[in-house]
């Protein structure tokens, strides 16, 4: 933790370690953050739809297993269904993963194919969308975009 740093949210991943401050005030504790646009999933990677064959698989692949963050089994028509899992988060890809650095073409590829890992039952993607929205909104202010 960072001297006078009060964490409310941290969240690790191979590119970078967050953490966010009482006042909404997030710091990558190993590098700055240098994009110049704000994160936004629908224009930079396309629609929230993991329909395509990596997707598809991944949701297959997963099916009757445990989640691999809270351990209940995935299944399809439940709030456990498999959902295909981005590491890293899209939009930690985005702001420090090289993503900002990419053409939207090349961002939509990787959302699709290379980004995707494995699968995460859909409340536990929840839990993570609404974590990486903190995240995401704590980054735009700290770049005043």
Do not use: W
């Not at 993991?50 to 439940?78: H, L, Q, Y």
């Amino acid at each position: 933790m960072v001297a006078g740093f009060t964490s409310i949210l941290a969240h690790n991943c191979d590119v970078a370690r967050f953490e966010v401050d009482s006042s909404g005030v997030a710091a990558d504790l190993e590098n700055p953050v240098t994009a110049t646009e704000a994160y936004n999933r629908a224009r930079h990677y396309g629609g929230t739809q993991t329909n395509g064959p990596v997707g598809r698989a991944a949701r297959a692949e997963s099916e009757g297993r445990p989640c691999p963050d809270c351990g209940t089994t995935m299944e399809t028509g439940t709030d456990h269904a498999p959902a295909p899992e981005h590491d890293p988060p899209l939009v930690l890809h985005y702001y420090r993963g090289g993503g900002s650095e990419m053409t939207n073409a090349e961002r939509r590829a990787y959302a699709r194919n290379d980004g995707i890992n494995g699968a995460t039952c859909q409340a536990c993607q929840r839990s993570q969308g609404a974590e990486m929205a903190k995240v995401s909104k704590a980054i735009k202010r700290n770049l005043g975009l």
